[in-house]
T-cell receptor, first 115, second 112 residues
Framework: GAVVSQHPSWVICKSGTSVKIECRSLDFQATTMFWYRQFPKQSLMLMATSNEGSKATYEQGVEKDKFLINHASLTLSTLTVTSAHPEDSSFYIC???????????FGSGTQLSVL | AQSVTQPDIHITVSEGASLELRCNYSYGATPYLFWYVQSPGQGLQLLLKYFSGDTLVQGIKGFEAEFKRSQSSFNLRKPSVHWSDAAEYFCASHFGNEKLTFGTGTRLTIIP
C-alpha cells in the first residue's frame, strides 16, 4: 500500500533555531498534503493544507511566517518551524493524498522538543 | 508497541441504515481514544474523543462511540446514516505522552 515517510521522527533543538520536517510520499504522487499538530491529551489540529506548486492554505490562528510549508514537488512537502520556542514543542504529523476522493495516508509523525 | 486496528477497509451502507465502524487498540492501560473523519479533499475533523468517565461518548454529526475495556474496543456508531456521511473514518489513540497512533482507516460508502 501507499507509504508516507516523515522525517525526522523526533528532534530536540535549542530555542531560537529552526527545524525542518520532511514528508515524502514514497510510491504515489501527493497532490495534496496536510500538516497537523497534536497537543498532549488533545486531538489533532489541522495547521495547513498544501497543494503541489501553490502556496499553502493556513488555518485560522496558525502563523504562516513561523510555520513555513513548501510543497515543491509531487512527492515532498516540508514544514519548517522557524525560531522555535518551547511552546512549539509538540507532535507534528503529515498526511497525503493523490487527488480528491483518494485515501489519506499518514506519516509516522515528528516529536519536536524545544529546549 | 501500541497499535490501533480498524478491521474493515471498506463498508457500504444504505442511506438511513445504522452504522458501526470497528476499532481495537492494544495497550496495557486505557489510552485516549479518538475518531476522525476525512471528507473528500478535506483534512481530518474530530468526531469525538474519550479520555475517561462515561464509556458512551457523544460526538458531532449524530455519531457516538462506546469504549469497552474488556474488548479493547472503541466502535463508532450512528443510528441512521446520511449520504453526506460518505467519507474515510480514522480511529486513533495515544497513551500518556506517546505520539498519536492511527488506524488504517475505513472508507464508508452510502448507497441510495
Amino acid at each position: 500500500g501507499a507509504v508516507v515517510s516523515q522525517h525526522p521522527s523526533w528532534v530536540i533543538c535549542k530555542s531560537g533555531t529552526s527545524v525542518k520536517i520532511e514528508c515524502r510520499s514514497l510510491d504515489f504522487q501527493a497532490t495534496t498534503m496536510f500538516w497537523y499538530r497534536q497537543f498532549p491529551k488533545q486531538s489533532l489540529m489541522l495547521m495547513a493544507t498544501s497543494n503541489e506548486g501553490s502556496k499553502a492554505t493556513y488555518e485560522q490562528g496558525v502563523e504562516k511566517d513561523k510555520f513555513l510549508i513548501n510543497h515543491a514537488s509531487l512527492t515532498l512537502s516540508t514544514l519548517t518551524v522557524t525560531s522555535a520556542h518551547p511552546e512549539d514543542s509538540s507532535f507534528y504529523i503529515c498526511s497525503a493524498s493523490s487527488r480528491v476522493n483518494e485515501k489519506l495516508f499518514f506519516g509516522s509523525g515528528t516529536q519536536l522538543s524545544v529546549l | 508497541a501500541q497499535s490501533v486496528t480498524q478491521p474493515d477497509i471498506h463498508i457500504t451502507v444504505s442511506e438511513g441504515a445504522s452504522l458501526e465502524l470497528r476499532c481495537n487498540y492494544s495497550y496495557g492501560a486505557t489510552p485516549y481514544l479518538f475518531w476522525y473523519v476525512q471528507s473528500p479533499g478535506q483534512g481530518l475533523q474530530l468526531l469525538l474523543k474519550y479520555f475517561s468517565g462515561d464509556t458512551l461518548v457523544q460526538g458531532i454529526k449524530g455519531f457516538e462511540a462506546e469504549f469497552k475495556r474488556s474488548q479493547s474496543s472503541f466502535n463508532l456508531r450512528k443510528p441512521s446514516v446520511h449520504w453526506s456521511d460518505a467519507a474515510e473514518y480514522f480511529c486513533a489513540s495515544h497513551f500518556g505522552n506517546e505520539k498519536l497512533t492511527f488506524g488504517t482507516g475505513t472508507r464508508l460508502t452510502i448507497i441510495p
